[in-house]
């Protein structure tokens, strides 16, 4: 039979500490006076002991776990999302909060809020489409003291993360027009999770274009090489694309050269994402890179003024890249 697990008593007992002590040593709890001597003995207790904080006991002690709830989205995570995802749970990690995705990815509204308020979570950070004001009602009721959108458009309920992809669109198409290109193809992915966002970046090709007088093709592609192939009538007819993003460039690409279309002769490319492989492409990919080195300490910095700030806080937006282009020789 298993033993009792250790609790913070033990710990108090062995370092000769109070149980307080024990739980502002353990918790880092700001605004204690505790000689470091005496955090050292206390930690050196638990370690002994094996000991770890209850999280069910802080909640019910403080009445907040320290859980900030980030939804699953319908989308694939690529290294772009995956760093940023990461850096989010570094920065929230270093501020005392502890990170959690939260799967059931078709739930929104009232009854995805339901799901996630079980948690009990301090912060919730979602998908704009997940939360009407009724869903962040519901939050806010069960003790949720910030909630953060994230979508292509701000929200008009609450704080937003706004992935500007017309931006990235308005961009590469600005770049092919500039390098001389006078009738372009704009790539919407057909995939599930990538078609919004494609849709998105085509909207920003065409503001672009058109304010230039440049007409842009949309061209739906799933991402196979003989969906890339079934569509040489339309690269052969324009002479510039922006693809979507690096990998669906390197596709394009790749059918390009199998048909004997030149790149950059014939057709310039712009890619997005600057992946590692864009500049070990032949010819090396001209993209857009999203620089979102300082998005994870934006929100986070956002969440903890609207814990301060509660029901009056403005659904203002934050932007969390800074894009640019990194011209080669495809464009």
């Given amino acids: 039979m298993n033993a009792k697990p250790p609790t913070s008593l033990d710990v108090a007992r062995l370092a000769g500490v109070s149980q307080a002590t024990v739980s502002y040593v353990l918790t880092d709890r700001p605004g204690t006076r505790i000689s470091d001597e005496t955090r050292a003995r206390v930690r050196e207790a638990a370690d002994r002991l094996g000991y ?3 999280a069910g006991a802080r909640t019910l002690r403080t009445g907040r776990s320290g859980l900030v709830l980030m939804s699953m989205e319908d989308l694939p995570y690529g290294p772009l999302a995956v760093g940023a995802l990461e850096g989010l749970d570094r920065e929230l990690s270093r ?3 502890t990170l959690v995705q939260y799967g059931a990815r078709r739930l929104r509204g009232v009854p995805a809020a339901r799901a996630w308020a079980e948690l009990r979570p301090v912060a919730v950070v979602a998908g704009a489409g997940k939360l009407s004001r009724q869903a962040v009602d519901v939050l806010r009721s069960a003790g949720v003291r910030a909630v953060v959108a994230i979508g292509n458009r701000p ?3 609450v704080p937003s993360v706004v992935l500007d992809h017309a931006g990235v669109g308005a961009l590469a198409a600005g770049h092919l027009i500039d390098r001389g290109c006078r009738r372009l193809a704009a790539v919407v992915p057909t995939e599930t999770g990538l078609r ?3 849709e998105h970046r085509l909207a920003g090709a065409l503001q672009a274009a058109q304010a230039r007088g440049v007409p842009v093709t949309r061209a739906d592609l799933p991402f196979r090489e003989d969906g890339a192939a079934a569509l040489l009538d339309l690269w052969r007819s324009v002479d510039g694309v922006f693809a979507y993003n690096d990998d669906y460039a390197m596709l394009l690409m790749a059918v390009l050269r199998d048909a004997g279309v030149a790149v950059p002769g014939d057709l310039r490319v712009v890619g997005c994402d600057d992946l590692p ?3 070990l492409l032949r010819p090396r990919l001209t993209t857009v890179r999203l620089d979102v080195s300082m998005a994870p300490s934006l929100i986070v910095q956002r ?3 609207l814990m301060e ?3 009056s806080a403005a659904p203002d937006r934050i932007d969390p890249w800074t ?3 990194v011209v080669r020789e495809s464009s």
Avoid: I, N, Q
Wanted: hydrophobic share 45%.
């Fill in 196 to 198: 919004e966002m494609g």
């Fill in 277 to 279: 492989l864009a500049a």
């Fill in 52 to 54: 770890v904080p209850h």
């Fill in 303 to 305: 969440l903890e003024e």
């Fill in 155 to 157: 929200s008009a309920v």
């Fill in 323 to 325: 894009a640019t282009l």
């Fill in 309 to 311: 700030a509660g029901d």
């Fill in 95 to 97: 501020r005392g909060y």
